[in-house]
């Protein structure tokens, strides 16, 4: 039982499924799931095999500045940023920044794969794509829309993307401040898609078919009026037809 325990706060510290820790020991994955249910007992050197693995994957996925990566895989650090501003390189972007430009950190395992891939190959490499998304000139106009479609307030925003406070996104409607293209792409994201800034409200109704067809119905009844609150959406009028008579009490 000791055995068993030790294999799962293993993988539990590397935050890995069955499949994904059986598949870094190398071990069948109906064999891995035998240990960590208890059912079998677990081999001694695959212990210590797993010990090792974990230990080699918490330090290959640990976050580590670009300077220290440099250092450690001897890469002139603007080989590194110029490898994450082109997407080359996959990093995370924390919301912090440092003279205006958000702080990046990369793991080992992701400085690997760059070296192997892309690191002095002047031909064939891997297609650059921005890792950030700019941030637009009208960015206070989208916040507004965005947070009425969503029907946010400030506040609520401001924690679905990770922001301070309230004021953050009341300095960025009132364009004191200009937000980050990391809170820009979680603005983007909450959004579902890029926030287009030629969306209008009769636009998202749907086709101009659709808006001319909508003023030749009229009114509704004045029984689905009063029931609104019973439905969901009063049924409009079509031309010609007559509204049914109340019933008598």
Do not use: C, M
């Given at each position: 039982m000791l055995a068993v325990s030790t294999l799962r706060k293993l993988r539990g510290t590397a935050e890995l499924s069955q499949q994904q820790f059986a598949s870094l020991i190398d071990v069948p994955l109906n064999t891995f799931r035998m240990w960590d249910s208890g059912l079998r007992p677990t081999p001694p050197h695959l212990l210590e095999r797993a010990t090792i693995a974990a230990l080699q994957h918490a330090r290959d996925t640990e976050l580590v500045s670009l300077d220290n990566l440099a250092r450690?895989?001897?890469?002139?650090?603007?080989?590194?940023?110029?490898?994450?501003?082109?997407?080359?390189?996959?990093?995370?972007?924390?919301?912090?920044?440092?003279?205006?430009?958000?702080?990046?950190?990369?793991?080992?395992?992701?400085?690997?794969?760059?070296?192997?891939?892309?690191?002095?190959?002047?031909?064939?490499?891997?297609?650059?794509?921005?890792?950030?998304?700019?941030?637009?000139?009208?960015?206070?106009?989208?916040?507004?829309?965005?947070?009425?479609?969503?029907?946010?307030?400030?506040?609520?925003?401001?924690?679905?993307?990770?922001?301070?406070?309230?004021?953050?996104?009341?300095?960025?409607?009132?364009?004191?401040?200009?937000?980050?293209?990391?809170?820009?792409?979680?603005?983007?994201?909450?959004g579902g898609a890029r926030l287009d800034s030629r969306r209008t409200p009769i636009a998202s109704m749907g086709s101009a078919a659709d808006v001319s067809d909508s003023r030749d119905l009229k009114a509704p009844c004045p029984e689905a009026v009063s029931e609104r609150f019973a439905r969901p959406m009063a049924r409009p009028r079509a031309p010609g037809e007559e509204c049914p008579r109340r019933a008598q009490l």
């Open positions: 450690e895989f001897r890469v002139h650090q603007r080989t590194l940023r110029a490898a994450a501003r082109t997407g080359r390189l996959q990093v995370t972007f924390s919301s912090r920044s440092a003279f205006g430009r958000p702080i990046r950190l990369a793991t080992r395992a992701a400085a690997r794969a760059f070296v192997r891939k892309d690191y002095r190959r002047y031909g064939g490499q891997s297609p650059a794509v921005a890792p950030l998304p700019s941030v637009p000139d009208d960015y206070d106009e989208r916040l507004k829309r965005l947070r009425r479609r969503l029907r946010l307030t400030q506040h609520d925003l401001a924690r679905r993307i990770g922001a301070a406070n309230k004021a953050v996104v009341y300095q960025w409607e009132s364009r004191k401040r200009t937000p980050s293209p990391v809170f820009w792409k979680r603005v983007e994201a909450l």
